[in-house]
């Protein structure tokens, strides 16, 4: 048992360079945990506030300096003295310091970086890795990387509109060799982009390479290409997972595809993702429909929920009630976890918990603007939610993840456990 002493905040930068929050939560018997909170480029409407100052002056009104204040005058006044290891309580408290519904006043970066924080100092208070912390001596297994390969959209610089090509290793034995896999497809895309003349230096926000292609279909084609040239077999050793990311390309209703010159309504979207996901090993989908288009996720998981993953990030943001509204609806059959969609570290574990009980998947996931923080690999393990999507294998604030993820799997030896293509079949009985 141990009470919170002190608590300061600094700006620091994410990996494109832009301001963000790190906490540091000080408690009375010495024990320290340091955050720091990720932003999103591809943000969905419906998350919770990121505070910026919008001073002009300084990182063109993208400063944090306001969200740092509230950190160390209001939030820091509210919590002194509190025990540490009640997270729920805290979180409880900072939700109703802020009073807002998107955390709007004091900002959900302010109020996710003590909750962070909070949580790492009681962990070390207990002198427990934060995994064990949070998910209790049963938390041992690790989760199936969904790796980034190839980028589009915000994220990449080229002209095809999906945000995230991804690489799912299905037969590999263990994290580590998850990993292995998914190198050998990363590598091998090189020389197939080199060999179409299609290859640029430089990566994308998340890692991924950013070429420039004809069309989606034409990424669809290239993944299976590197898949088989990496020695693997596509669909059975690997697959092909994918972020649409809809949200951006609507525009009056419709879905834009520059790229394939096709202007789209739902249906047409969604006949659309099922003949790719026909032709192609895709086992899953992420927001194949706009973040408001109820009645387009429904007509997507009638047709391809059965078969394929389909993930909810811009429709869900972490979010129990959005998520409570897609399980009443029949709305996808996943949900993407990013803790500064939700605020707070309770919430994030709620959702994921709530995911589970009503049978939907949960992936949990980095944004595009990172740092070398690696709370959401412990985060991962602790909640057992067998997948994580955290980008490419390149840049180190991605590496630093995988990293921290290969060290929890050495460090619980043969009480690791890996479930690979298990936890992406489906007709499965648990979830
Ligand atoms: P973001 O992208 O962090 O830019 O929102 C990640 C995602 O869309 O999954
Ligand atoms: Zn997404």
């Known amino acids: 048992m141990a009470s919170i002493a002190a608590i300061k905040a600094r700006e620091v930068l994410d990996s494109r360079g832009e301001p963000t929050v790190e906490v540091d939560v000080f408690l009375n018997d010495g024990s320290r945990g340091r955050a720091i909170v990720p932003s999103g480029a591809s943000t969905g409407k419906h998350e919770a506030h990121e505070l910026r100052d919008d001073n002009p002056r300084r990182y063109h009104g993208c400063g944090v300096r306001n969200a740092l204040d509230h950190v160390e005058i209001e939030i820091a006044t509210a919590l ?11 979180d409880a408290r900072l939700i109703a310091l802020d009073g ?125 290409e590197a898949i088989e040239r990496a020695g693997l077999k596509p669909g059975v050793d690997a697959a092909i997972a994918v972020d649409v990311a809809a949200s951006q390309i609507v525009r009056h209703g419709h879905y834009h595809f520059e790229s394939e010159h096709a202007r789209l309504d739902a249906e047409e979207m969604v006949a659309r993702l099922a003949a790719w996901a026909g032709r192609y090993p895709v086992v899953s989908i992420e927001d194949g429909l706009g973040e408001d288009d109820w009645a387009g996720w429904k007509l997507l998981t009638d047709r391809l929920g059965a078969r394929a993953q389909l993930i909810g990030d811009d429709l869900f943001v972490t979010n129990l009630e959005r998520l409570g509204k897609g399980v009443e609806e029949g709305a996808a059959n996943a949900i993407l976890a990013k ?15 709530f995911a589970r009980e009503n049978r939907y998947r949960a992936v949990v996931s980095a944004r595009s603007g990172e740092t070398e923080d690696t709370f959401i690999a412990d985060l991962t393990v602790a ?49």
């Open 339 to 353: 803790l500064n969609q939700a605020g707070t570290l309770t919430e994030t574990l709620e959702v994921i918990e």
């Open 100 to 224: 807002t519904r998107e955390k709007r006043r004091l900002g959900a970066n302010a109020l996710l970086g003590v909750s962070m924080a909070v949580a790492r100092a009681a962990a070390a208070s207990a002198g427990l890795p934060l995994y064990r912390y949070l998910g209790g001596p049963q938390a041992a297994e690790l989760p199936v990387p969904l790796v980034n390969i190839l980028s589009g959209g915000l994220h990449g610089g080229g002209n095809f509109e999906f945000q995230d090509f991804m690489v799912v290793p299905l037969a590999a034995n263990d994290f580590a060799q998850a990993l292995e896999h998914a190198a050998a497809v990363y590598a091998a895309m090189k020389d197939v982009l080199k060999g179409r003349g299609v290859y640029r230096a430089g990566v994308a926000d998340e890692g991924g390479y950013a070429p420039t292609l004809q069309s989606n279909q034409a990424g669809f084609e290239l993944m299976t």
């Open 80 to 90: 002194y003295g509190r025990e540490a290891s009640d997270q729920a309580g805290l």
């Open 383 to 431: 909640t057992a939610a067998g997948q994580i999507k955290i980008g490419a294998l390149t840049r180190s604030e991605r590496l630093a993840k995988y990293n921290r993820l290969l060290a929890i799997e050495r460090e619980l030896g043969p009480r690791a456990v890996y479930r690979g293509r298990e936890r992406l079949a489906f007709n499965q009985a648990s979830v």
